[in-house]
């Protein structure tokens, strides 16, 4: 089992940045995995934000975001970080972190293991 815990959510202004992260923790977590950045916003299905590598650290955004987030890893931290720039309201939505084990997969049926969600609300 992996677990998965994400933080760094809560209320900005519009233009403001957050960073979320996503510790990783459990037996069987390993270098193999797919780390991604998924968002729900109220009314709306769950969309795909940013994946990452977590062996090589290649990174890829959907295009709603590119520019603006950034997706890193600390391996020896095992956490996953968003970074996120220039925030508008329109990015107000329920953040989740999820792995997986399919390659360069932007499919959140690919992703086996799920956060419980941060809020990033943003105010106009």
């Known amino acids: 089992q992996v677990q998965l815990v994400e933080s760094g959510g809560g209320l900005v202004q519009a233009g403001g940045s957050l960073r979320l992260s996503c510790a990783a923790s459990?037996?069987?977590?390993?270098?193999?995995?797919?780390m991604g950045w998924f968002r729900k916003a109220p009314g709306k299905e769950r969309e795909f934000v940013a994946r990452i590598s977590w062996s090589i650290g290649r990174s890829y955004y959907a295009d709603s975001v590119k520019g603006r987030f950034t997706i890193s890893r600390d391996n020896a931290k095992n956490t996953v970080y968003l970074q996120i720039n220039s925030l508008k309201p329109e990015d107000t939505a329920v953040y989740y972190c999820?792995?997986?084990?399919?390659?360069?997969?932007?499919?959140?049926?690919?992703?086996?293991?799920w956060g419980q969600g941060t809020q990033v609300t943003v105010s106009s």
């Open positions: 999820a792995a997986g084990y399919t390659s360069g997969s932007t499919d959140q049926r690919d992703y086996i293991y």
């Open positions: 459990g037996r069987t977590f390993s270098s193999g995995y797919t």
